[in-house]
């Protein structure tokens, strides 16, 4: 694990405040960037998604030059598959809602992982998404319901769990966008759903297409093909749903995660 912290490139014994508000009250936002083979992928599309969820936070706007210099300080260029994870905090601060007056907190991190599995399973949780939230559409430190939303998937024999909205609408994993195929069109919730504006997400609509419609939470039980998106699992198809069980990758999928690994292969900063 390589750490950069507030302009220093540390070890993993870096500490924070214990009265940082990232801590305290999950005041934060954060992005996770893909390293692959020494080089990170989309930077501008996740620095760009940090500056508006910090804005949308109430946070002073990152000094994104100075995070482009934390990323290259904490990339080898052995790196086969690593997780970068950028974290912006309210910083130290009273024991309470209030904010401090000391400025933000810059945490970012490496750490390789496993490479994903090519296809999963997803489990429906009793919780929802509440798309008229503050931070709805934010990425923010305050985790504590996914969390405890892919415990119970993990428990289930899942590996992401899938939430619906308030009106039952179908909207997101805990870090992950969802597809589904329906008479050979492929089809996304909306933002209004309460789902994060995935960079994966965006480039598949762009690269390959799709419609982003509400879908009713059953409706996910009649898809043909159902798949995920994220930073790290990139499009991996999902072979079982609850106890249904689906075809996977289905050939909408397998064309979708075809033409996303060429295009970012082509550029890596899309």
Known sequence: MRIWLNGALLDDEATVSPLDHGLTTGDGVFETIKVENGRPFAVRRHLERLVRSAVGLGLPTPDVAAIETGIEAVVEPGMQFARLRITYTGGVSPLSSDRGTSGPTILIATQEIERPSATSAIVTVPWVRNERSAVAGLKTTSYAENVRALAYAKERGGSEAIFANTIGNLAEGTGSNIFCVYNGELVTPTLDSGALAGVTRGLVLEWFGGVER???????????????????????????????????????????????????AENPNP
Do not use: M
């Open 214 to 264: 509400d879908v009713p939470l059953e409706q996910l039980f009649q898809a043909e093909e159902i798949f995920l998106t994220s930073t790290t699992r990139d499009v991996q198809g999902i072979h079982r749903v609850d106890d249904r069980e689906l075809p996977a990758p289905g050939t909408i999928t397998a064309q979708v995660a075809k033409i996303f690994a060429e295009r970012s």
